[in-house]
Antibody, heavy 122, light 106 residues
Framework: QVQLKESGPGLVQPSQTLSLTCTVS????????VHWVRQRSGKGLEWMGR???????SYNSAFTSRLSISRDTSKSQVFLEMNSLQTEDTGTYYC????????????????WGQGVMVTVSS | DIQMTQSPSLLSASVGDRVTLSCNTS??????LNWYQQKLGEAPKLLIY???SLQTGIPSRFSGSGSGTDFTLSISSLQPEDVATYYC????????FGAGTKLELK
């Protein structure tokens, strides 16, 4: 069955770099896109960026300068790195699979990880 | 960037009520709008895609409508398990979530 699981450090110091891993199973990263979505504490959902199935990435302009998404298809892992962390980056980070892209452009997040809580604090 | 406005931000309703949540976008997004439900402590879940297509397994009391820049999620008869925050999401351009509507029981 399809599963996604985020992992990473629970605590990051301000100004440091956050590194998260999304390990997937039940599907191939070369067939499906994977997104990263953030939820700051007590706030709404925020789309961060995407790793397309062909290896191309796209980012929310609000994060472009400090966000990088990469992958290792042999390990079925998608990585998020974000630098210059501040306390306002505290929250839960999710990875989500994009459904297949239909001919009419239809797509949606069909599977989500459980999320990983990240606290930015000294 | 496309701006999204959800209203109301908080909605209190009684079991059995019909409830309507709104989502407006700053530009025409055609049919590229989905609705997600997020219960406390859980990951979001897809309810509706392409404005009005019900995801498999979602109760038929949920429905979506709208076009262009104005969209609506309706629950025909509110159930206790529907208490959650609801987010609209557009993917016509530079994907964006709305700020959410928190639905609570009166």
């Amino acid at each position: 069955q399809v599963q996604l699981k985020e992992s990473g450090p629970g605590l990051v110091q301000p100004s440091q770099t956050l590194s998260l891993t999304c390990t997937v199973s039940g599907f191939s990263l070369t067939s499906y896109s994977v997104h990263w979505v953030r939820q700051r504490s007590g706030k709404g959902l925020e789309w961060m960026g995407r790793m397309w199935s062909d290896g191309v990435t796209s980012y929310n302009s609000a994060f472009t300068s400090r966000l990088s998404i990469s992958r290792d298809t042999s390990k079925s892992q998608v990585f998020l790195e974000m630098n210059s962390l501040q306390t306002e980056d505290t929250g839960t980070y999710y990875c989500a699979r994009n459904s297949a892209y239909y001919s009419d452009g239809t797509s949606y997040f069909d599977y989500w990880g459980q999320g990983v809580m990240v606290t930015v604090s000294s | 960037d496309i701006q999204m406005t959800q209203s109301p931000s908080l909605l209190s309703a009684s079991v059995g009520d019909r409830v309507t949540l709104s989502c407006n976008t700053s530009q025409n997004i055609y049919k590229y709008l989905n609705w997600y439900q997020q219960k406390l402590g859980e990951a979001p879940k897809l309810l509706i895609y392409n404005v009005n297509s019900l995801q498999t397994g979602i109760p038929s009391r949920f429905s979506g409508s709208g076009s262009g820049t104005d969209f609506t999620l309706s629950i025909s008869s509110l159930q206790p398990e529907d208490v959650a925050t609801y987010y609209c999401y557009q993917y016509n351009s530079g994907p964006t979530f709305g700020a959410g509507t928190k639905l609570e029981l009166k």
